[in-house]
Protein backbone atom coordinates (compact mmCIF):
# COMPACT_ATOMS: atom_id res chain seq x y z
CA UNK A 1 0.00 0.00 0.00
CA UNK A 2 3.07 2.37 0.71
CA UNK A 3 4.42 1.64 -2.40
CA UNK A 4 1.38 2.11 -4.26
CA UNK A 5 0.54 5.25 -2.74
CA UNK A 6 4.40 7.03 -3.23
CA UNK A 7 3.81 5.96 -7.13
CA UNK A 8 0.82 8.00 -7.53
CA UNK A 9 2.73 10.75 -5.95
CA UNK A 10 5.32 10.72 -8.14
CA UNK A 11 2.87 10.58 -11.30
CA UNK A 12 0.97 13.37 -10.00
CA UNK A 13 4.38 15.40 -10.03
CA UNK A 14 5.14 14.48 -13.37
CA UNK A 15 2.11 15.59 -14.80
CA UNK A 16 2.37 19.00 -13.15
CA UNK A 17 6.27 19.50 -14.28
CA UNK A 18 5.52 17.63 -18.23
CA UNK A 19 2.08 18.54 -18.62
CA UNK A 20 1.74 21.73 -20.14
CA UNK A 21 -1.59 23.55 -21.55
CA UNK A 22 -0.78 22.84 -25.20
CA UNK A 23 -1.26 19.33 -24.32
CA UNK A 24 -4.84 19.43 -23.00
CA UNK A 25 -7.08 17.71 -25.35
CA UNK A 26 -9.64 19.80 -27.03
CA UNK A 27 -11.26 16.92 -28.95
CA UNK A 28 -11.98 13.34 -29.43
CA UNK A 29 -13.18 11.30 -32.49
CA UNK A 30 -13.80 7.70 -33.08
CA UNK A 31 -13.73 6.02 -36.64
CA UNK A 32 -16.47 4.14 -38.09
CA UNK A 33 -15.50 0.90 -37.17
CA UNK A 34 -14.06 1.98 -33.42
CA UNK A 35 -10.42 0.86 -34.04
CA UNK A 36 -9.06 4.31 -34.34
CA UNK A 37 -9.52 7.09 -31.99
CA UNK A 38 -8.00 10.62 -32.75
CA UNK A 39 -7.44 13.34 -30.14
CA UNK A 40 -6.62 16.84 -31.07
CA UNK A 41 -5.00 19.37 -28.28
CA UNK A 42 -4.85 22.56 -27.81
CA UNK A 43 -0.77 22.40 -29.24
CA UNK A 44 -2.45 21.52 -32.70
CA UNK A 45 -1.72 18.30 -32.42
CA UNK A 46 -3.39 15.10 -33.66
CA UNK A 47 -2.98 12.23 -31.54
CA UNK A 48 -4.02 8.38 -33.38
CA UNK A 49 -4.43 6.05 -30.99
CA UNK A 50 -5.24 1.94 -32.00
CA UNK A 51 -7.27 -0.77 -30.71
CA UNK A 52 -4.92 -3.51 -30.25
CA UNK A 53 -5.72 -6.65 -31.94
CA UNK A 54 -5.30 -9.33 -29.44
CA UNK A 55 -7.16 -6.95 -26.47
CA UNK A 56 -9.61 -6.34 -29.38
CA UNK A 57 -10.90 -10.14 -29.59
CA UNK A 58 -10.18 -10.46 -26.24
CA UNK A 59 -12.34 -7.60 -25.17
CA UNK A 60 -15.35 -8.82 -27.53
CA UNK A 61 -15.65 -11.79 -25.57
CA UNK A 62 -15.40 -10.07 -22.49
CA UNK A 63 -17.93 -7.05 -23.82
CA UNK A 64 -15.06 -4.46 -23.07
CA UNK A 65 -13.74 -1.78 -25.38
CA UNK A 66 -10.25 -2.81 -25.15
CA UNK A 67 -6.81 -1.27 -25.18
CA UNK A 68 -5.43 1.84 -27.23
CA UNK A 69 -2.16 2.41 -28.01
CA UNK A 70 -0.33 5.15 -29.94
CA UNK A 71 -0.52 4.57 -33.58
CA UNK A 72 0.79 7.91 -34.88
CA UNK A 73 1.01 11.75 -34.18
CA UNK A 74 1.61 14.35 -36.50
CA UNK A 75 1.22 18.68 -36.31
CA UNK A 76 -1.78 19.32 -37.74
CA UNK A 77 -2.08 23.03 -36.92
CA UNK A 78 0.29 26.24 -36.31
CA UNK A 79 -0.15 29.22 -34.51
CA UNK A 80 -0.63 32.30 -36.98
CA UNK A 81 -1.60 35.92 -37.42
CA UNK A 82 -4.83 37.89 -39.36
CA UNK A 83 -2.95 40.53 -40.03
CA UNK A 84 -6.69 42.08 -41.67
CA UNK A 85 -8.06 41.69 -37.91
CA UNK A 86 -4.81 42.15 -36.24
CA UNK A 87 -5.57 38.88 -34.25
CA UNK A 88 -3.71 35.81 -33.79
CA UNK A 89 -5.11 32.19 -34.56
CA UNK A 90 -4.89 29.41 -32.02
CA UNK A 91 -3.55 26.52 -33.15
CA UNK A 92 -6.08 24.48 -30.86
CA UNK A 93 -7.95 21.53 -32.40
CA UNK A 94 -11.59 22.04 -32.51
CA UNK A 95 -12.96 19.17 -34.32
CA UNK A 96 -11.57 16.22 -35.73
CA UNK A 97 -13.40 14.10 -38.06
CA UNK A 98 -13.18 10.84 -40.14
CA UNK A 99 -13.99 9.94 -43.30
CA UNK A 100 -15.67 6.94 -44.48
CA UNK A 101 -12.79 4.55 -45.08
CA UNK A 102 -12.41 3.70 -49.08
CA UNK A 103 -9.56 1.70 -49.11
CA UNK A 104 -6.55 0.43 -46.87
CA UNK A 105 -5.60 4.54 -46.26
CA UNK A 106 -7.34 6.64 -43.78
CA UNK A 107 -8.45 10.18 -44.44
CA UNK A 108 -9.48 12.45 -41.41
CA UNK A 109 -10.76 16.11 -41.21
CA UNK A 110 -9.59 18.76 -38.47
CA UNK A 111 -10.15 22.32 -37.80
CA UNK A 112 -8.99 25.13 -35.82
CA UNK A 113 -9.95 28.22 -35.13
CA UNK A 114 -10.18 29.37 -38.97
CA UNK A 115 -8.45 26.62 -41.58
CA UNK A 116 -9.28 22.49 -42.08
CA UNK A 117 -7.02 20.34 -43.31
CA UNK A 118 -7.49 16.73 -44.74
CA UNK A 119 -5.03 14.11 -43.93
CA UNK A 120 -4.00 10.68 -45.24
CA UNK A 121 -3.08 8.54 -42.82
CA UNK A 122 -1.37 4.79 -44.31
CA UNK A 123 0.76 2.21 -43.69
CA UNK A 124 3.71 0.69 -45.39
CA UNK A 125 5.81 -1.76 -44.46
CA UNK A 126 7.07 -2.25 -48.12
CA UNK A 127 10.20 -0.20 -50.08
CA UNK A 128 11.21 -0.39 -53.41
CA UNK A 129 14.87 -1.48 -54.10
CA UNK A 130 16.76 -1.73 -57.71
CA UNK A 131 16.46 1.89 -59.11
CA UNK A 132 18.34 2.18 -62.78
CA UNK A 133 18.76 5.86 -62.37
CA UNK A 134 19.09 6.07 -58.49
CA UNK A 135 21.97 4.42 -56.20
CA UNK A 136 21.13 2.84 -52.85
CA UNK A 137 21.26 6.22 -51.07
CA UNK A 138 18.35 7.98 -53.25
CA UNK A 139 21.22 9.92 -55.21
CA UNK A 140 20.69 10.26 -59.06
CA UNK A 141 22.97 8.42 -61.20
CA UNK A 142 25.00 9.63 -64.08
CA UNK A 143 23.48 8.76 -66.90
CA UNK A 144 26.51 7.71 -68.87
CA UNK A 145 27.02 4.87 -65.84
CA UNK A 146 24.10 3.31 -66.24
CA UNK A 147 25.10 -0.33 -68.84
CA UNK A 148 22.02 -2.21 -67.99
CA UNK A 149 18.48 -2.31 -67.26
CA UNK A 150 16.41 -3.88 -64.11
CA UNK A 151 13.37 -4.21 -62.55
CA UNK A 152 12.81 -2.69 -59.19
CA UNK A 153 11.39 -5.05 -56.64
CA UNK A 154 9.53 -4.20 -52.99
CA UNK A 155 11.13 -5.66 -49.88
CA UNK A 156 9.31 -6.32 -46.81
CA UNK A 157 10.45 -3.30 -44.19
CA UNK A 158 9.48 -2.25 -40.55
CA UNK A 159 6.27 -0.95 -40.33
CA UNK A 160 5.39 3.09 -40.88
CA UNK A 161 3.04 4.96 -40.77
CA UNK A 162 2.74 7.91 -42.90
CA UNK A 163 0.43 10.93 -42.58
CA UNK A 164 0.41 13.58 -45.29
CA UNK A 165 -1.61 16.96 -45.78
CA UNK A 166 -4.01 16.63 -49.15
CA UNK A 167 -5.97 19.56 -48.97
CA UNK A 168 -6.05 22.78 -47.13
CA UNK A 169 -9.42 24.28 -46.63
CA UNK A 170 -8.93 28.33 -45.94
CA UNK A 171 -10.91 31.86 -45.64
CA UNK A 172 -14.29 29.61 -45.68
CA UNK A 173 -14.91 31.51 -42.41
CA UNK A 174 -14.44 35.46 -41.07
CA UNK A 175 -15.54 33.98 -37.78
CA UNK A 176 -14.46 30.94 -35.70
CA UNK A 177 -15.34 27.53 -36.96
CA UNK A 178 -17.06 25.41 -34.16
CA UNK A 179 -18.17 22.40 -36.33
CA UNK A 180 -17.47 19.80 -39.34
CA UNK A 181 -19.38 17.65 -40.53
CA UNK A 182 -18.78 15.21 -43.06
CA UNK A 183 -21.73 14.26 -45.57
CA UNK A 184 -23.13 10.83 -46.30
CA UNK A 185 -22.13 11.46 -50.14
CA UNK A 186 -18.55 10.58 -49.13
CA UNK A 187 -17.65 14.17 -51.43
CA UNK A 188 -18.94 17.15 -49.32
CA UNK A 189 -18.86 18.37 -46.08
CA UNK A 190 -19.68 21.41 -43.82
CA UNK A 191 -18.11 23.93 -41.56
CA UNK A 192 -20.19 25.86 -39.41
CA UNK A 193 -19.13 29.65 -37.28
CA UNK A 194 -21.30 31.52 -35.13
CA UNK A 195 -22.97 32.82 -38.31
CA UNK A 196 -22.25 31.12 -41.06
CA UNK A 197 -22.66 27.20 -42.79
CA UNK A 198 -20.36 26.48 -45.46
CA UNK A 199 -20.67 23.28 -47.65
CA UNK A 200 -17.21 22.25 -48.99
CA UNK A 201 -16.16 19.97 -51.71
CA UNK A 202 -13.63 17.47 -50.57
CA UNK A 203 -11.67 18.26 -54.14
CA UNK A 204 -12.13 21.59 -54.45
CA UNK A 205 -10.54 24.16 -51.90
CA UNK A 206 -10.29 27.73 -52.86
CA UNK A 207 -14.14 27.69 -52.96
CA UNK A 208 -17.20 26.67 -50.69
CA UNK A 209 -20.92 27.16 -50.88
CA UNK A 210 -22.91 29.27 -48.25
CA UNK A 211 -25.94 27.00 -46.78
CA UNK A 212 -26.93 29.20 -43.84
CA UNK A 213 -26.20 33.11 -43.21
CA UNK A 214 -27.77 34.37 -39.74
CA UNK A 215 -25.80 37.08 -40.19
CA UNK A 216 -28.37 40.22 -40.22
CA UNK A 217 -27.76 43.88 -41.61
CA UNK A 218 -27.37 45.35 -38.27
CA UNK A 219 -25.42 43.63 -35.95
CA UNK A 220 -27.22 44.89 -33.12
CA UNK A 221 -30.18 42.85 -33.87
CA UNK A 222 -28.21 39.91 -33.55
CA UNK A 223 -30.05 37.43 -30.94
CA UNK A 224 -28.20 34.00 -31.07
CA UNK A 225 -25.37 32.59 -32.67
CA UNK A 226 -25.10 28.74 -34.29
CA UNK A 227 -22.82 26.88 -31.89
CA UNK A 228 -22.92 23.25 -33.90
CA UNK A 229 -23.74 21.25 -37.43
CA UNK A 230 -24.32 18.36 -38.67
CA UNK A 231 -25.14 16.22 -41.78
CA UNK A 232 -28.14 13.80 -41.94
CA UNK A 233 -26.70 10.14 -41.70
CA UNK A 234 -28.13 8.42 -44.96
CA UNK A 235 -29.94 11.73 -46.49
CA UNK A 236 -27.54 13.54 -47.68
CA UNK A 237 -29.51 16.93 -48.52
CA UNK A 238 -30.74 17.08 -44.45
CA UNK A 239 -28.73 18.85 -41.80
CA UNK A 240 -29.34 20.43 -38.80
CA UNK A 241 -27.69 23.26 -36.31
CA UNK A 242 -28.08 24.25 -33.13
CA UNK A 243 -28.34 27.85 -31.64
CA UNK A 244 -27.41 29.86 -28.80
CA UNK A 245 -31.50 30.00 -28.10
CA UNK A 246 -31.37 26.13 -27.52
CA UNK A 247 -33.07 25.50 -30.90
CA UNK A 248 -32.87 22.86 -32.85
CA UNK A 249 -33.77 23.68 -37.13
CA UNK A 250 -33.44 20.46 -39.78
CA UNK A 251 -32.91 22.63 -43.12
CA UNK A 252 -33.59 20.30 -46.58
CA UNK A 253 -30.96 21.50 -49.39
CA UNK A 254 -33.69 20.15 -52.03
CA UNK A 255 -36.12 23.28 -50.81
CA UNK A 256 -33.66 26.35 -51.50
CA UNK A 257 -29.56 26.82 -52.22
CA UNK A 258 -29.29 29.07 -48.82
CA UNK A 259 -31.19 27.31 -46.19
CA UNK A 260 -31.88 30.46 -44.09
CA UNK A 261 -35.90 28.80 -43.81
CA UNK A 262 -35.69 25.81 -41.84
CA UNK A 263 -38.04 22.57 -42.83
CA UNK A 264 -38.62 22.01 -38.70
CA UNK A 265 -37.46 23.40 -35.39
CA UNK A 266 -37.20 22.05 -32.05
CA UNK A 267 -36.94 23.52 -29.09
CA UNK A 268 -38.57 23.22 -25.63
CA UNK A 269 -41.18 25.77 -24.28
CA UNK A 270 -39.76 27.81 -20.81
CA UNK A 271 -41.17 27.62 -17.69
CA UNK A 272 -41.73 31.17 -16.38
CA UNK A 273 -41.42 30.05 -13.35
CA UNK A 274 -37.79 28.89 -13.61
CA UNK A 275 -36.06 31.51 -15.39
CA UNK A 276 -33.13 33.22 -13.99
CA UNK A 277 -30.24 35.35 -15.67
CA UNK A 278 -28.41 32.24 -16.49
CA UNK A 279 -31.23 30.67 -18.20
CA UNK A 280 -30.30 31.70 -21.54
CA UNK A 281 -26.64 30.64 -20.51
CA UNK A 282 -27.44 27.25 -19.81
CA UNK A 283 -29.75 26.69 -22.15
CA UNK A 284 -27.45 27.13 -25.38
CA UNK A 285 -26.56 23.67 -27.12
CA UNK A 286 -23.30 22.98 -27.40
CA UNK A 287 -23.40 20.21 -29.23
CA UNK A 288 -25.83 18.30 -31.34
CA UNK A 289 -25.55 14.42 -32.87
CA UNK A 290 -28.22 12.29 -35.08
CA UNK A 291 -28.53 8.84 -34.20
CA UNK A 292 -27.00 5.96 -36.41
CA UNK A 293 -30.69 5.77 -37.31
CA UNK A 294 -31.23 9.32 -38.65
CA UNK A 295 -34.77 9.33 -36.58
CA UNK A 296 -33.33 11.26 -33.14
CA UNK A 297 -31.16 14.12 -32.56
CA UNK A 298 -28.97 14.17 -28.94
CA UNK A 299 -28.46 17.94 -27.69
CA UNK A 300 -25.95 18.79 -25.04
CA UNK A 301 -26.18 22.33 -23.06
CA UNK A 302 -24.89 22.74 -19.80
CA UNK A 303 -27.25 20.67 -17.31
CA UNK A 304 -29.07 18.18 -19.23
CA UNK A 305 -28.84 16.00 -22.45
CA UNK A 306 -31.65 15.64 -24.36
CA UNK A 307 -33.26 13.35 -27.25
CA UNK A 308 -35.38 14.51 -30.15
CA UNK A 309 -37.59 12.59 -32.07
CA UNK A 310 -37.46 14.25 -35.76
CA UNK A 311 -40.90 13.79 -35.86
CA UNK A 312 -42.05 15.64 -32.61
CA UNK A 313 -41.10 19.47 -32.46
CA UNK A 314 -42.83 20.58 -29.43
CA UNK A 315 -40.32 18.65 -27.06
CA UNK A 316 -37.90 16.40 -26.40
CA UNK A 317 -38.70 12.66 -26.01
CA UNK A 318 -36.57 11.98 -23.22
CA UNK A 319 -34.09 14.46 -21.03
CA UNK A 320 -31.18 13.27 -18.84
CA UNK A 321 -30.02 15.53 -15.68
CA UNK A 322 -25.95 16.05 -15.81
CA UNK A 323 -24.42 17.69 -12.86
CA UNK A 324 -27.51 18.83 -11.30
CA UNK A 325 -25.56 19.99 -8.30
CA UNK A 326 -23.64 22.75 -10.34
CA UNK A 327 -27.43 24.20 -10.86
CA UNK A 328 -27.02 26.18 -7.26
CA UNK A 329 -23.30 27.08 -7.84
CA UNK A 330 -24.01 28.95 -11.56
CA UNK A 331 -23.22 32.54 -9.95
CA UNK A 332 -19.91 31.17 -8.67
CA UNK A 333 -19.22 28.96 -12.16
CA UNK A 334 -20.12 32.75 -14.24
CA UNK A 335 -17.70 34.89 -12.05
CA UNK A 336 -14.68 31.99 -13.33
CA UNK A 337 -16.19 32.02 -16.94
CA UNK A 338 -16.87 27.93 -16.01
CA UNK A 339 -19.96 28.80 -17.07
CA UNK A 340 -19.35 28.99 -20.97
CA UNK A 341 -17.55 26.07 -21.29
CA UNK A 342 -18.40 23.74 -24.10
CA UNK A 343 -19.19 20.02 -23.65
CA UNK A 344 -20.01 17.50 -26.51
CA UNK A 345 -22.40 14.42 -26.44
CA UNK A 346 -22.07 10.83 -28.76
CA UNK A 347 -23.98 7.90 -29.30
CA UNK A 348 -23.08 4.33 -29.11
CA UNK A 349 -22.79 2.36 -31.42
CA UNK A 350 -26.44 1.04 -31.35
CA UNK A 351 -27.94 3.59 -30.59
CA UNK A 352 -29.06 2.40 -27.04
CA UNK A 353 -26.53 4.60 -24.91
CA UNK A 354 -25.42 8.38 -25.29
CA UNK A 355 -21.81 9.79 -23.61
CA UNK A 356 -20.86 12.47 -22.60
CA UNK A 357 -18.37 14.66 -20.50
Given at each position: ?19 T ?24 R ?34 D??Y ?29 D ?43 T ?62 E ?6 T??E ?12 S ?15 C????K????P ?41 H ?9 Q ?7 R ?6 ND???D ?16
Open positions: MGEDGESTKINHSFLRDYVEADVISTVEFNQTGDLLATGDKGGVVIFQRETESKGESEELGESGEYNVYSTFQSHEPFDLKSLEIEEKINKIRWLPQQNAAHFLLSTNKTIKLWKVSERDKRPEGYNLKDEEGRIKDISTVTSLRVPVLKPDLMVEVRPRRVFANGHTYHVNSISVNSDGETYLSADDLRINMWHLDITDRSFNIVDIKPANMDLTEVIAAFHPQHCHLFVYSSKGTLRLCDMRESALDRHSIFEEEDPGNRSFFSEIISSVSDVKFSHSGRYLLTRDYLTVKVWDLMEKGPVETYVHEYLRSLCSLYECIFKFECVWNSTDSYQIVP
